[in-house]
């Protein structure tokens, strides 16, 4: 007697197909798994058999042998269970095996026999919905799985309302795609930044073209908390960028019950992080901090501190916005378009620079320190600016401008950006930072003061082709802020607006 069900294995953001074939055949008593399951998957029968005997059944005394094909293809994860389970009741003839084959089915079963949440779930019923499958998946997952479209979805709780659905006796309705009210961002205000004007300036570019950018200042002069003000004057994610960061949290585990996440995220991994808890991978291969942050913010204070290789690492992500995991048998790759922005001391007693306070080892312990950072790394953050010690004057004096007035504007650019690239065909661009090569020049041409002006600094500075387009990007994003303000946006750049992108591209002591 054999049963089939389906259901899936992850590769990255990849959703593969697998057919669960159950079968009992004469012969000594077995209970057997194979298809190349990883732990988790090999001890998935002593939930199975459990789950079963405390709904009152027990395994027929015969060979019971599952089968996950294709065979060579790896089974990370708890999610078999279900399907296991499910396909086992159909060999017993318990429930009638046609009604499970237009389902795909995922879930972790408790000895208790009740469906516990899995990760990947909305990505699993996008394929479904692709594939005009039904999905099943745990009731704790239903309404992430509901924003997935307008697909079949059965969200038990346990396994008995499960088979009483299927045999009719008790029908389960469609988990409802849901937003709970708008979360609200929980860090400082940009107001209860005082002084530090320029750097403030700098992160509202930075927030408007999606700009990567380094603060460099002694301890104490708000970087992180300037960094932590960032959530707060993002616009909130499009419907698209929502499913797209919130595929790669299901993956991860870390949705939020609710379904979507509806705010960009902000990561801020310690210094301590390992390669793969950054970039991704491990045993079961899962999204690092840097895909976590896909479409938000991936913060990384004290910089220099950082492992060099885990640094380096960075360095082809942001430019493909892309992270590419090596494992023995594949590649696996997962979006990682993110935003970077750093923090960072200009030496290690942070005080390079202030005669009062700075140690005897300076300044040859700043470039010690600043070495850590290499030049490809420095050459892919567009906006690099000093955040100095904040005067006493600054601290008592009228609180500035608030995150929502910030938000405004921004979200006002951003808008002109996404038009602009509207216009180009299949461009997935959607902010200045990430444009690059024809669009490029083509949306950010210098007028005539501003090509002698460029010209002279490729000469003078020896910029880097790199250096150039990163220049001309910002460029950009300062001459679209002053349009918005102004409700009229230049076509071309403008003087003014190449020489401050020029003074965000070294920070002091170079
Ligand atoms: N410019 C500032 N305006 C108001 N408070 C500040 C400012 N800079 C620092 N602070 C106060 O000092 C604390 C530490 O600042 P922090 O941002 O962690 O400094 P850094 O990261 O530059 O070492 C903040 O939580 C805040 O209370
Ligand atoms: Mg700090």
Redesign the pocket.
């Known amino acids: 007697m054999t049963a089939r069900v389906n259901t899936v294995a992850f590769q990255g953001i990849d959703v593969k197909p697998v057919d669960v074939q159950v079968q009992i055949a004469g012969g000594l008593p077995a209970f057997n798994i194979v298809g190349l399951p990883d732990k988790a998957v090999a001890e998935s029968k002593e939930r199975v058999r459990a789950a079963l005997s405390s709904l009152g059944l027990s395994l027929p005394p015969k060979r019971l042998t599952v089968n996950l094909a294709p065979a060579d293809l790896g089974k990370e994860g708890s999610h078999y269970d279900l399907p296991i389970a499910l396909g086992l009741l159909a060999a017993m003839e318990i429930i009638p095996k046609e009604e499970l084959a237009e389902y795909l089915v995922l879930g972790e079963l408790s000895l208790d026999a009740s469906i516990r949440p899995v990760a990947g779930v909305l990505p699993a019923a996008m394929h479904a919905g692709a594939n005009d499958n039904r999905l099943i998946c745990p009731e704790g997952c239903g309404r992430e799985a509901a924003w997935a479209g307008d697909l079949d979805i059965l969200a038990p709780r346990n396994l008995l309302q499960l088979i009483n659905h299927i045999k009719g006796t008790q029908l389960l309705s469609r988990p409802e795609a849901r937003l709970d009210g708008e979360e609200t961002h929980k860090g400082?205000d940009l107001s209860?930044?005082?002084?530090?004007e320029s750097a403030k300036r700098a992160l509202e570019i930075a927030a408007a073209g999606g700009h990567n950018m380094l603060?460099s200042?002694?301890?104490?002069?708000?970087?992180?908390?300037?960094?932590?003000c960032l959530p707060g004057i993002l616009p909130p994610l499009s419907p698209r960028e929502a499913l797209e960061v919130s595929m790669i949290h299901s993956l991860a585990g870390t949705l939020p019950e609710g379904g979507l996440l509806k705010r960009r995220a902000f990561r801020d991994p310690h210094h301590s992080a390992s390669l793969p808890a950054l970039i991704g991978g491990g045993h079961r291969v899962r999204p690092g901090e840097i895909s976590l942050a896909h479409n938000g913010v991936l913060f990384l204070?004290e910089l220099p501190e950082f492992n060099r290789s885990t640094l380096e690492s960075l360095r082809q992500p942001l430019e493909t916005g892309e992270a590419l995991v090596a494992r023995a048998n594949a590649h696996v790759t997962f979006p990682a378009r993110f935003q970077l922005i750093a923090?960072m001391?200009p030496c290690r007693c942070?005080h390079l620079g202030d005669s009062d306070l700075e140690c005897s080892k300076a300044p040859r312990c700043a470039s010690d320190y600043q070495a850590k950072i290499s030049g490809p790394m420095l050459d892919r953050i567009d906006i690099q600016v000093d955040?100095p010690a904040?005067r006493a004057s600054?601290?008592s004096g009228p609180p500035g401008e608030s995150s929502a007035a910030v938000a405004e504007r921004i979200a006002r650019v951003r808008q002109i950006q996404a038009e602009r690239f509207a216009r180009y065909e299949g461009c997935t661009i959607r902010v200045n930072a990430h444009a690059n090569g024809k669009i490029l020049e083509e949306i950010a041409m210098p007028d005539e003061e501003a090509k002698i002006l460029l010209n002279k600094t490729m000469e003078n500075a020896k910029l880097s082709a790199r250096g150039y387009f990163r220049l001309l990007r910002l460029a950009r994003t300062i001459a679209d802020l002053e349009g918005a303000a102004r409700d009229s946006i230049a076509d071309r750049i403008g003087k003014a607006h190449i020489a401050e992108a020029l003074s965000y591209r070294r920070i002091a002591l170079d």
Not at 218 to 226: A, C, Q, V
Request: glycine share 18%; proline share 11%.
């Open positions: 400082p209860e930044v005082r002084g530090q603060m200042g002694p301890p104490g002069s708000g970087k992180s908390m300037l960094a932590a204070d923090a001391n942070g955040v904040v600054d601290l």
